[in-house]
């Protein structure tokens, strides 16, 4: 078990771009979320997946955000058209019940120029 | 909605003095509450917890204390070493919410001096 792993660990990119974030919970964890944490916050939730099922999204996440689970394995993040507002780190986290331990992956810092 | 604030920063302090980091809460039900520490360049580590009050959550020699009556939940180490540096984030996990996500402060870093 090598915890959660979030790639790339920095992504640069021109403002209009589209990117795409991965995250790989940890294994049997059915839980998993996004974050994004500003410099100087403490991260905000923008979506929770159990299994599949994406089942909350935070108003945060606007229209052009999406993410997806296939299988209930892996996550992506897709962010289109970025904005340098976007520029954060995004944080995924997984836990096996709502009752049990998060575990953060090192975060995707994204800075859009 | 559930929010968590925490004292402002940043917090400077010599090796071996006492610290404490005030965190208070607001919450619809009856969360969970969670210190969780970032090192530099590393994720997010889960410090120590504690699910209902007068629960008192203690690792590495630092405790906090689930007050229900205040609803706090401060942080305290009585000797900090110089590997403490680092941020601390206060979070609130409330089961009335969809798949209790965690609610976080703004954090405090803590930057300890030989």
């Known amino acids: 078990d090598t915890g959660v792993s979030q790639d790339p660990r920095h992504k640069i990119t021109k403002r209009g771009q589209n990117v795409t974030f991965r995250c790989d919970p940890i294994s049997e964890h059915n839980r998993l979320y996004w974050y994004r944490q500003t410099l100087g916050q403490g991260p905000e939730f923008l979506t929770y997946?159990?299994?599949?099922?994406?089942?909350?999204k935070s108003r945060l996440l606007s229209d052009r955000f999406s993410a997806e689970r296939p299988k209930g394995s892996f996550s992506t993040l897709e962010i289109q058209r970025t904005e340098q507002g976007d520029s954060a780190m995004y944080l995924c986290?997984?836990?096996?019940?709502?009752?049990?331990?998060?575990?953060f992956g090192q975060g995707t810092r994204l800075t859009v120029v | 909605g559930d929010s968590v604030t925490q004292m402002e920063g940043p917090v400077t302090l010599s090796e071996e003095a006492f610290l404490t980091i005030n965190c208070t809460y607001t919450?619809?039900?009856?969360?969970?509450l969670f210190w969780y520490v970032q090192y530099p360049g590393e994720g997010l580590q889960l410090l120590l917890k504690a699910t209902k009050a007068d629960d008192k959550g203690s690792n590495k020699g630092f405790e906090a204390t689930y007050r229900k009556e205040t609803t706090s939940f401060h942080l305290e180490k009585g000797s900090v070493q110089v590997s403490d540096s680092a941020v601390y984030f206060c979070a609130l996990s409330d089961q009335e919410t969809s798949g209790s996500r965690l609610t976080f402060g703004e954090g405090t870093q803590l930057t300890v001096n030989p």
């Open positions: 986290a997984s836990r096996y019940t709502e009752n049990t331990e998060a575990f």
């Open positions: 997946f159990q299994n599949e099922a994406q089942l909350e």
């Open positions: 919450a619809t039900g009856y969360p969970s």
